[in-house]
T-cell receptor
Framework: DTGVSQDPRHKITKRGQNVTFRCDPI?????LYWYRQTLGQGPEFLTY????????KSRLLSDRFSAERPKGSFSTLEIQRTEQGDSAMYLC????????????????FGQGTRLTVV | LAKTTQPISMDSYEGQEVNITCSHN???????ITWYQQFPSQGPRFIIQ???TKVTNEVASLFIPADRKSSTLSLPRVSLSDTAVYYC?????????????FGTGTQLKVEL
């Protein structure tokens, strides 16, 4: 296991279709994050899991978006009824949480899934 | 989370030292300062993290003054391959706990 893996790397879909992305984190990492990035902008936080529990969701995550992390391993991000505004790079990251006062540990990002909605 | 302000872009030449400064006036006591690098069509990559004073690793140094209201990422002797976007982030347990909050970053362009 050499890093965070995301599948597929690219996805083109028609407006109104559903899409699902998969993220396989680094195996010992208990924390997993999803981000969305559009051209010229920094990544925007979508949601965060600690093990299998989804602990935080951004207001950006509308009802059409859902994420799961069954068994605290891989995660999926599903977008229902896609819209052209959903076109973006979807990034997954994982990290090992140690808790304060040990400070942060680095988050490792995958290469992302580029979604194009036509 | 503390908001950060950094230059939109910087230009440099190969072999020079590059310093990118980030302002974070509202940094909280528990906040760490972390820098990430991102190449086109790739996810961000961790560069360095610090809490106060100076931190150095094999790729960069991070200078943090006593008031912690700013920080400077120093890249020694940059090369063309250092052309990327650099993000400054502040937050409690950054990278290991809470969500990461990215700004628009600094686009560094290195030329021959």
């Amino acid at each position: 296991d050499t890093g965070v893996s995301q599948d597929p790397r690219h996805k083109i879909t028609k407006r109104g279709q559903n899409v699902t992305f998969r993220c396989d984190p680094i195996s010992e990492h208990n924390r997993l994050y999803w981000y969305r990035q559009t051209l010229g902008q920094g990544p925007e936080f979508l949601t965060y899991f600690q093990n299998e529990a989804q602990l935080e969701k951004s207001r950006l995550l509308s009802d059409r978006f859902s994420a799961e992390r069954p068994k605290g391993s891989f995660s999926t991000l599903e977008i229902q009824r896609t819209e052209q505004g959903d076109s973006a790079m979807y990034l997954c990251a994982s990290s090992l949480g140690r808790g304060f006062p040990f400070g942060g540990t680095e988050a490792f990002f995958g290469q992302g899934t580029r979604l194009t909605v036509v | 989370l503390a908001k950060t302000t950094q230059p939109i872009s910087m230009d440099s030449y190969e072999g020079q030292e590059v310093n990118i400064t980030c302002s974070h006036n509202n940094i909280a006591t528990n906040d760490y300062i972390t820098w990430y690098q991102q190449f086109p069509s790739q996810g961000p990559r961790f560069i360095i993290q610090g809490y106060k004073t100076k931190v150095t690793n094999e790729v960069a140094s991070l200078f943090i003054p006593a008031d912690r209201k700013s920080s400077t990422l120093s890249l020694p002797r940059v090369s063309l391959s250092d052309t990327a976007v650099y993000y400054c982030l502040v937050g409690a347990l950054t990278g290991g706990g809470n969500k990461l909050t990215f700004g628009t970053g600094t686009q560094l362009k290195v030329e021959l």
